[in-house]
């Protein structure tokens, strides 16, 4: 059990005597909370906002039902688009200015898109350990949380060139095992600091192994999970948060 599970339970029992409880969650479209493809015009794609139905807001409700007394507040911290390199500069500025107690960092579905992939990974590497100390020597706990898988093909459903084109891209990517490497990058990185690993990631490959169609599960059809998908981070923290020492 986590540090934050304690402090969550005394907050619960005796709000007056201890001070409110912040988790921040750091990432890139998947943290902020993008869903489907939007269509603004020919060869023009955006995304859909659903933030209610993110990971980061299911996990402040699900603890809030759990700590009903103690208002945990969570802050997504996610941006769509970002990487670790671009996360680790605007670190100060949206996660740790706020004083979080406990950080989660989900990064490498756009890094994993860099065309020099030793060199992708090599950077991907250097900001997430850079991430992780920076968040420890804040006081802060953290958690990394590795990525839903991306398509495994180009679903006929996407019509749009422009999308199609990226899904046929990511499908490379995914199917070349490039960003298999990244999430093993990230969790050596975490491995060499001691900070637990909520292994979103290792669900989707198995259900990927037995034989289910993971694209299926991604709103867009490209990298955004379903809604319903999003369940995965959070069952992946319930278990890292109340597992017993």
């Known amino acids: 059990m986590m540090n934050i599970i304690s402090r969550l339970s005394a907050r619960n029992k ?51 039902a759990l700590y009903p007394a103690a208002a945990v507040s969570v802050l997504n911290a996610g941006i769509s688009g970002d990487s670790a390199p671009n996360g680790l500069k605007r670190l100060e500025r949206d996660v740790l200015c706020h004083k979080p107690d406990l950080v989660t960092v989900n990064f490498g579905l756009n890094d994993a898109g860099n065309p020099n992939v030793e060199e992708g990974i090599a950077t991907y ?11 420890l020597a804040s006081g802060a706990e953290c958690i990394l949380v590795t990525p839903n898988r991306m398509c495994a093909y180009a679903d006929y459903a996407l019509t749009d060139e422009v999308a199609r084109s990226i899904a046929e891209n990511c499908a490379r990517i995914q199917n070349e095992g490039i960003l298999t490497r990244y999430v093993e990058a990230a969790k050596a990185e975490a491995a060499k600091r001691n900070i637990p690993v909520a292994d979103a990631y290792a669900r989707w490959q198995t259900l990927e192994n037995s034989g289910v169609d993971t694209t299926q599960m991604l709103s867009n059809y490209i990298n955004h999970p379903t809604r319903e998908a999003h369940d995965i981070f959070v069952d992946k923290l319930m278990d890292l948060l109340f597992a017993e020492k």
């Open 125 to 135: 590497a250097a900001s997430m350990g850079e991430i992780f100390d920076r968040i």
């Open 14 to 64: 005796d709000a007056f005597a201890n001070t409110p409880i912040l988790i921040a969650c750091l990432g890139d479209s998947v943290t902020h909370g993008c869903f489907g493809i939007r269509l603004k015009g020919p060869g023009q794609v955006d995304t859909v906002y659903d933030t209610d139905n993110g990971y980061a807001t299911k996990l402040e409700k699900r603890l809030r």
